[in-house]
């Protein structure tokens, strides 16, 4: 911390580190205060104590005896006192007590000082090398015979933000004491100090309603809960820095050398019809949509509450994890989403779903172009270099009416997925597409401009039948090129291009986890602030996040959809579950039931996840199934 103003130690035994500490910042006006657990009479005994002692206080600082570290609160001296720095030197419970108890010892000293703690503080725990549990201890202990104070802290909503040597020649005159409780010394060579910060509380899923303009039409209907955090949040805004609006300047900076680019800024809603959705399927299956129900069609918005954005309005947000006497669990109708098993529609029906691609928007606006009806975005609006009809045609070397010119748009897209490693239920999709002359190859002069610009941050080119995929291990396409003959008997040809842009973020920065993409922590997008360049390898602010594992069984009913039990594990969980698998299935053969078995893994990159917060989760996920799928668990 830059503005160090307040430093507490607990735990100290002759306090010669609090001595080397305040020496260190006697040139400051930072305060420190000691503490010890034993009375004074029996810390004075302690070697060079005294001395010490007064050390501190000399200097204005405050020492304090019969401090349990693990109930601080108890300490009428530090009632009201809020600290920039806390730190806990090798902590033990005493004797030869074992790996549970000094557990508990870490566990309840991150409860209790975490009261203590300013917003941005931090908490600093030095081990010998092989207690902590992390990667950085080597050799490193069985992750069950550690200390496991990544998870401990979680407890207390704290992550591990940096790790590193303890540096016991920068502070000469400690002296490491009380290893089982006797004047000796720990060991302190290769000992790591751990340092701790607040993570960012969890939210709360929410049933956000929409009102929106579709095919003419004003019609509301709820966003699914699980995809409420998705929605909003401005990634690719013009003065953005998201590393996902990062990669889409690099892609349209590397296009924008060979040929014009216009992209609209206009907004579109999230809704689709089915006709719109039958007529040009982008290659997403049906079951792979979220279909949705309409609350209300055809009518005047008047609501006092409503906050327009351009053609789309929120009307509400209500949080699903109220208990039943705040808020009816909804039923599934309310709920606004459902799957179906196939594309075929009932032509009486009208039937909606959230947009799997932009591809249909794209191909309306281009089509609204061709008839005059659409204005697409200027140079200033696209933030990309436009060029004139004219100019491409030079570019082109050809005048007869085919120009190179690539319309494109860019936002949220939306996928009903199981829950895994690499699937998205939204990510931001860039598409482009241009009507070319096939005697100037437009494909392979996309391939070549992709190789150039992507090859070297580790995206291959797989040849495909009219086109050709850009893929990496382990996530899969990053997106593709595809083109299409006009089929009237010309030469020209339809190229389109489309980018998860997501996956190609979290690839080109060495993000671990694209969950990292939609955190909220500050942290996250403050080290994009500088706009580096593709290939700077991300930091992580939360280091080592433990995994949890937890079961869930039940017996399915009639109406069991798999997609839906992965919405809600989503909605459950917050998304703090990266994967899920089905280990078991049985069926009764009396009962004529059918019981499936699955394994929910847990972890987060974003949030403090700790046992205690992994089990809320998972619990509150068993009482979603009962109410909502109407399963029972066993």
Known sequence: MSDLRSILLVGEGNFSFSAALTRFYSSTETRVTATCLQDKDAALRQRQAADNIQIVEGSGGAVLFEVDCTKLEECASLRGCVFDRILFNFPHCGRKSGVKKNRQLLKDFFLSCVQFLADEGEVHVSLCNGQGGTPVDQPRR????????VSMAAEAHLILSDVHKFESEKYQSYKCTGYRSQDKGFHLENALLHVFTRSLPYGSAQVIKLEEDVEGQRVQYNMPAELSDFMFREFLASDSVHPVKLVQDL??????????????????????????????????????????HLLQKGFNSDSSLATELDRLTLVDCQDTHKSPSEKPLRSKAADGSRVLCSHSTDPDEDLYLLRPSLSPKLSELHNNNQEGKMNWGS?????????????CEKLSGRCNGVTCLLHGMSGLVFRNLPVN??????????????????????????????????????????AEEGGFSLMTHPMGSVGKVLSRTSGDGADDITVTVSINLDILAVVLFSIPDWRLL???????LKQFAVRPSPGTP????????EVFSFDVSFWIGSSWEELRFHSLVREASLGTVEQVKLIDKFSHPDLSQTSYCYRLIYQSHTHALSHTQALKFHKNLESLLSSRLQVTIR
């Open 379 to 391: 140079a200033t609006e696209a933030n990309v270099n436009y060029e004139s009809a004219t100019v």
């Open 518 to 524: 939609w955190s909220h922590d500050p942290r996250f």
């Open 538 to 545: 991300y930091h992580a602010f939360s280091l080592f996040p």
């Open 142 to 149: 069985e992750w069950f015979n550690s200390w496991q104070v």
């Open 251 to 292: 892609i349209l900076d590397g296009v924008t050398e060979r040929w014009p680019v216009s992209m609209t800024t206009a907004t579109h809603s999230f809704l689709l019809t089915a006709k719109q959705w039958e007529t040009n399927h982008c290659g997403v299956d049906g079951e792979q949509c979220y279909w949705i």
């Open 421 to 462: 490693f690499w699937n998205m239920p939204a990510f931001h999709e860039l598409l482009l597409r241009g009507v070319f002359s096939s005697q100037l190859e437009p494909v392979k002069s996309f391939e070549q401009m992709f190789d150039r610009l992507l090859s070297p941050l580790g995206i291959s080119i797989v």
